[in-house]
């Protein structure tokens, strides 16, 4: 018996919820990866939040390592749906900033041991640089659901970002990887550089830990954003306008955000600020 019900199955928003929750609750953490909690707990929100609203769509990732969240993009699919998944995988030499570690074996040992169908993904084990959209959508459709987290340089931050504008539906979601991460400079300059190019529609409306939401569609960026500030109410930081667009901000479940997001604290700002200068005594 499979641990989570296969994808192919039942489409009840019902049963996409259950799967994500025994997903991201319990089988994340057993798969090596890159992936907060709070952030995967946002993402299997945002695809029922789509489930919910119609929206129809594949799924794909640039950069699985052993599928930590290609596997939450997965167990999203409704039937009829596919995914891609692309990594440079064992071909190690052109990992040209040590910037993940991809098992072909492991991530397909993942796949099965939770109860996906390996026929519904497409797999590249190649350069995400050496790939067109053209041959990606060949494969999936059009998508709803994309992850970005592969090489992290600049050249090709931008190249997985050109992949995503033209492969996304105006209504769906890019996720990338990293884009503040000190560790990963190059991330945001690719990104600027995507960014700077009027052409481009693609723009945020939210982050969560190590992780940037774009859409292209504004109204559908504004609707996603609301949903998960009311659903995330206690994860959230603050708003900043970002390349021209409202972007929500999403923080980690500490105690210190839990206290900044208390009714209280939310109706007196003040005593906020006067419980931060007791922070050295809490320690």
């Given at each position: 018996?499979?641990?989570?019900?296969?994808?192919?199955?039942?489409?009840?928003?019902?049963?996409?919820?259950r799967?994500?929750?025994v997903?991201?609750?319990?089988?994340?953490?057993?798969?090596?990866?890159?992936?907060?909690?709070?952030?995967?707990?946002?993402?299997?929100?945002?695809?029922?939040?789509?489930?919910?609203?119609?929206?129809?769509?594949?799924?794909?990732?640039?950069?699985?390592h052993?599928?930590?969240?290609?596997?939450?993009?997965?167990?999203?699919?409704?039937?009829?749906?596919?995914?891609?998944?692309?990594?440079?995988?064992?071909?190690?030499?052109?990992n040209?900033d040590?910037?993940?570690?991809?098992?072909?074996?492991?991530?397909?040992?993942?796949l099965?041991?939770?109860?996906?169908?390996?026929?519904?993904?497409?797999?590249f084990?190649?350069?995400?640089?050496?790939?067109?959209?053209?041959?990606l959508?060949?494969?999936t459709?059009?998508l709803?659901?994309m992850?970005?987290?592969?090489?992290?340089?600049?050249?090709v931050?931008?190249?997985?970002?050109?992949?995503?504008?033209?492969?996304?539906?105006?209504?769906?979601l890019?996720?990338l990887?990293?884009?503040?991460?000190?560790?990963?400079p190059a991330v945001?300059?690719?990104?600027f550089?995507?960014?700077?190019d009027?052409?481009?529609?693609?723009?945020?409306?939210?982050?969560?830990?190590?992780k940037?939401?774009?859409?292209k569609d504004?109204?559908?960026?504004?609707?996603?954003?609301?949903?998960?500030?009311?659903?995330?109410?206690?994860?959230?930081l603050?708003?900043?306008?970002?390349?021209?667009?409202e972007?929500?901000?999403?923080?980690?479940?500490?105690?210190?955000?839990?206290?900044?997001?208390h009714?209280?604290?939310?109706?007196?700002?003040?005593?906020?600020?006067r419980?931060?200068?007791?922070?050295?005594?809490?320690?």
């Open positions: 018996m499979s641990i989570i019900a296969t994808a192919a199955g039942p489409s009840s928003l019902e049963n996409l919820e799967r994500l929750a997903y991201v609750t319990r089988e994340c953490r057993r798969v090596a990866g890159w992936l907060a909690p709070e952030s995967a707990a946002v993402i299997a929100r945002l695809a029922v939040a789509q489930a919910d609203w119609k929206i129809a769509g594949g799924a794909g990732e640039i950069g699985i052993h599928g930590k969240l290609f596997l939450l993009l997965f167990f999203a699919l409704r039937a009829g749906e596919r995914a891609f998944a692309l990594d440079i995988f064992e071909d190690q030499q052109l040209r040590a910037s993940g570690d991809g098992d072909r074996a492991v991530f397909l040992g993942h099965r041991r939770l109860g996906g169908d390996p026929e519904r993904v497409s797999i084990a190649q350069d995400s640089t050496s790939v067109t959209a053209a041959t959508l060949a494969a459709g059009p709803r659901l992850s970005v987290d592969g090489g992290h340089t600049q050249e931050t931008r190249n997985d970002l050109q992949l995503g504008e033209a492969m996304l539906l105006p209504e769906g890019l996720i990887d990293d884009l503040y991460q000190e560790r990963w945001a300059a690719g990104t550089a995507f960014m700077s009027p052409a481009n529609r693609l723009r945020p409306f939210a982050i969560s830990p190590n940037t939401y774009f859409c504004p109204g559908h960026a504004a609707r996603y954003r609301d949903l998960l500030a009311a659903d995330f109410a206690d994860l959230v603050g708003r900043a306008s970002v390349f021209g667009s972007v929500l901000i999403l923080g980690r479940r500490t105690l210190s955000n839990r206290i900044r997001n009714r209280l604290v939310r109706a007196n700002p003040d005593l906020y600020r419980l931060s200068r007791l922070r050295h005594f809490w320690r």
